[in-house]
């Protein structure tokens, strides 16, 4: 399936930023397994409230399509049950929003029943208000008198009760399970929680795997884990709690925040989380400021972090020139410059390591052995034997 990317660049975002976004969805489609072929983007303060895009830029995208037969142009915002339905009068493709892309993903790499039932919440309810204008064509069915509205009208209620209703059901289901895990979580004793957390496909699950000596599965695609794994880590003889939790990402859809309400509890409930940033991704900046958004918005804003710094192996950097005078940007730092930056004046601890080469991995379990040692011993203060 062949896709052209449609964005809007507003007055928050910079050219880089932009490209980086239309990177990011790109890979999204590779993702789902959407081949991206051309990009297309326009200045504007606002997206449009009616088409999302200027009339005339909707057009060039528009003819673009007709041109090269596309399948499919996909919108890196959350698009609107209207905006959506303008746009479908103009493109001769599927429209497909960054929402539903995601969604799909999520879909596609769901694997348990519980991680099922949640993204099929939340798939139903990006669904319930997009149901109107897909049963139109049975309007031409209308007729005789004493009807109220059409066959399309009563498609669409039909439909909305079934949802409604499977949506209730879906909820229910899913506090049954929320009861199950809660249980288990406090059944797992006193010893320390551990969380990984981080943006999506910066190598929590490969830690994970170093760490605990599991066999988490990791690949180089987005969202590559969605059910949360927890393992009991010893280190010497402290033991602890794992837990690998799903990436989080740039604009994530509300509804999956909500479905993942038990997943993310293991984050709530931990006592230290482990931050893992891909240093080597050039905008490793803003999404370490989505994770902290993230963090604040489930209610795990304060807890202690110990930032990890992975992929030292694949960091990259352009020497400046003698005589380039102009300043240095945040590409033209080398590694060590770049530690001696914000990161070692940050409140939170750092290192930074190469999960895949195996880089500062002993260090990396030396400190998180005295932190996790520390937390324990501030609980139970008596309980020395362990050290």
């Known amino acids: 399936m062949r896709a052209v990317l449609a964005a809007v660049i507003t007055d928050k975002e910079t050219e880089t930023q932009a490209a980086e976004y239309l990177d ?17 983007t326009q200045k504007l303060s606002t997206p449009s409230s009616r088409i999302y895009m200027g ?24 698009l609107s049950p209207s905006q959506t339905r303008n746009i479908e009068k103009i493109l001769p493709c599927a429209v497909l929003d960054r929402t539903r892309l995601i969604l799909d993903i999520f879909m596609s790499r769901a694997e348990t029943a519980y991680a099922k039932t949640q993204v099929q919440l939340a798939q139903l309810e990006y669904m319930l208000p997009r149901l ?50 809660a249980t288990q979580r406090g059944n797992r004793g006193s010893l320390v929680r551990v969380a990984l957390v981080g943006y999506t496909n910066v190598g929590k699950s490969t830690l994970m ?18 059910d949360t794994t927890v393992r009991k880590v010893v280190l010497e003889n402290l033991p602890f709690l794992l837990s690998d939790t799903v990436g989080f990402i740039r604009k994530l859809p509300t509804q999956l925040v909500e479905s993942f309400k038990s997943t993310l509890d293991e984050v709530r409930e931990a006592d230290l989380l482990l931050h893992v940033v891909d240093i080597s991704h050039p905008g490793f900046e803003d999404q370490i400021a989505v994770v902290k958004q993230t963090l604040a918005d489930i209610g795990a804003g304060g807890k202690p972090v110990f930032m990890i710094f992975n992929k030292i192996d694949a960091y990259t950097y352009i020497k400046k020139d003698e005589d380039d005078l102009t300043p240095a940007g945040k590409e033209n730092l080398s590694l060590e410059d770049l ?10 601890p750092a290192i930074f390591i190469s999960a895949k080469e195996r880089v500062g991995i002993d260090s990396l379990r030396g400190d998180l052995y005295h932190m996790v040692r520390e937390i324990h011993s501030g609980r139970y203060p008596f309980n020395n034997y362990l050290y």
Do not use: Y
């Not at 790109?26 to 072929?37: S, Y």
């Open 55 to 78: 009339p005339g830029k909707l057009d060039e995208v528009a003819k673009w399509c007709a041109d090269n037969e596309i399948d499919v142009v996909i919108f890196d915002d959350e």
């Open 339 to 348: 530690k001696r930056t914000w990161m070692s004046k940050g409140n939170a």
């Open 209 to 226: 795997n170093l760490i605990a000596k599991s066999d988490v599965f990791a690949e180089n695609k987005l969202f590559a884990t969605l």
């Open 132 to 181: 109107t204008g897909m049963w139109t064509h049975l309007e031409r069915q209308r007729g005789g008198t004493g009807t109220r509205g059409g066959a399309g009208e009563r498609e669409i209620e039909t439909d909305r009760r079934v949802v409604r209703r499977r949506i209730t059901l879906l909820k229910e289901e899913l506090k049954k399970i929320d009861r199950q895990m």
């Open 24 to 40: 990011e969805l790109a890979f999204l489609a590779d993702t789902a397994g959407i081949e991206a072929v051309r990009r297309f």
